[in-house]
């Protein structure tokens, strides 16, 4: 069956450093991949999405992923993360059938 | 332009009650969806819509009905509460939901349900 796995439940890093979260789906065919962010309390908001025209997909607030067919990955990166950063992350997959799969989650937290 | 609302924001239940999670969305969207987040298990699919007067199941439909009569509503009901079914429940929608470069899923701000 289709999956959708965020390698990390918890990741932290300090103010200004890199920020890396990583997503492996298991669709056979090209997949439409998405990175949500939820703030506390909040609905999901789409940070970015791969629909096959570029590999590196550049999002909102500094966001970036890139999809790598021969590692079933699209993991989530930011050069330098900010305390605003701090909220849960979604990686998710379209199916076939209009249904989307999302990852359990990965909850980032900011240290000043 | 309000997006997608949800109403209510918070619902207590007792097991047993039935009751219905409202959703409406004012973007003309075709296709919309609902979901219940529970802690470590992300967002699962329930039941989504592709248009007025289509309905299907998603990951987790059991003890759950949806309608959609209008374009703009797409409404969740509980037939007989059970304590399994506390969770945040959100409501999105999307032009045509198969995810392309044109698509994008649009989330209401979620209904946050306890059954006792």
């Known amino acids: 069956a289709q999956s959708v796995t965020q390698l990390d439940s918890h990741v932290s890093v300090s103010e200004g450093t890199p920020v890396l979260l990583r997503c492996n789906y298991s669709?056979?065919?090209?997949?439409?991949l998405f990175w949500y962010v939820q703030h506390p309390n909040k609905g999901l908001q789409l940070l970015l999405k791969?629909?096959?025209?570029?590999?590196l997909v550049k999002g909102i607030n500094g966001f970036e992923a890139e999809f790598k067919k021969s590692e079933t990955s699209f993991h989530l990166t930011k050069p330098s993360a900010h305390m605003s950063d701090a909220a849960e992350y979604f990686c998710?997959?379209?199916?076939?059938?209009?249904?989307?799969?999302f990852g359990s989650g990965t909850r980032l937290s900011i240290r000043p | 332009n309000a997006g997608v609302t949800q109403t209510p924001k918070f619902q207590v239940l007792k097991t047993g009650q039935s009751m219905t999670l409202q959703c409406a969305q004012d973007?003309?969207?075709?296709?919309m969806s609902w979901y219940r987040q529970d802690p470590g298990m992300g967002l699962r699919l329930i039941h989504y819509?592709?248009?007025?007067?289509?309905?299907d199941q998603g990951e987790v439909p059991n003890g759950y009905n949806v309608s959609r009569s209008t374009t703009e509503d797409f409404p969740l009901r509980l037939l007989s509460a059970a304590p399994s079914q506390t969770s945040v429940y959100f409501c999105?929608?999307?032009?045509?939901?198969?995810?392309?470069?044109?698509?994008?899923?649009?989330f209401g701000p979620g209904t946050r349900l306890t059954v006792l």
């Open positions: 791969y629909t096959s025209a570029a590999t």
């Open positions: 999105a929608s999307s032009t045509d939901g198969t995810g392309g470069l044109a698509d994008t899923q649009y």
């Open positions: 819509s592709v248009g007025a007067g289509i309905t």
């Open positions: 669709s056979s065919y090209s997949p439409s």
């Open positions: 998710a997959d379209y199916s076939s059938a209009s249904k989307i799969i």
């Open positions: 973007m003309n969207h075709e296709y």
